[in-house]
């Protein structure tokens, strides 16, 4: 089973960035996707998340600036980044749940400059 990020970078603020995460080892279609991040000194933290039919939720300081979305055919999820924030500069990772298990990727940086 793997979860590999990409996709993260440095930016200025304003700008954007996509991120993507491939799975491989699982069945992708039937999980249940996360996006988390963790900066320095904080604990992780809920982005997105988007059901196996395309239901999506984000936290209220990411709303109507980042969008989830995700590519069965291609056993990838991906997480698109507009109009960021020095706030915004973390580790990012993605998750993958159902019933029984979890993953986690290894974790992409994103760093947002003022």
């Known amino acids: 089973v793997q979860l590999v990020e990409s996709g993260g970078g440095l930016v200025q603020a304003g700008g954007s960035l996509r991120l993507s995460c491939a799975a491989s080892?699982?069945?992708?279609?039937?999980?249940?996707m996360n996006w988390y991040r963790q900066a320095p000194g904080k604990q992780r933290e809920l982005v997105a998340g988007i059901t196996s039919v395309g239901i999506t939720n984000y936290a209220d300081s990411v709303k109507g600036r980042f969008t989830i979305s995700r590519d069965n055919a291609k056993n990838t999820a991906y997480l698109q980044m507009n109009s960021l924030k020095p706030e915004d500069t973390a580790v990012y990772y993605c998750?993958?749940?159902?019933?029984?298990?979890?993953?986690w990727g290894q974790g992409t940086q994103v760093t947002v400059s003022s």
């Open positions: 080892g699982f069945v992708f279609g039937s999980y249940y």
């Open positions: 998750k993958a749940t159902n019933s029984w298990y979890v993953y």
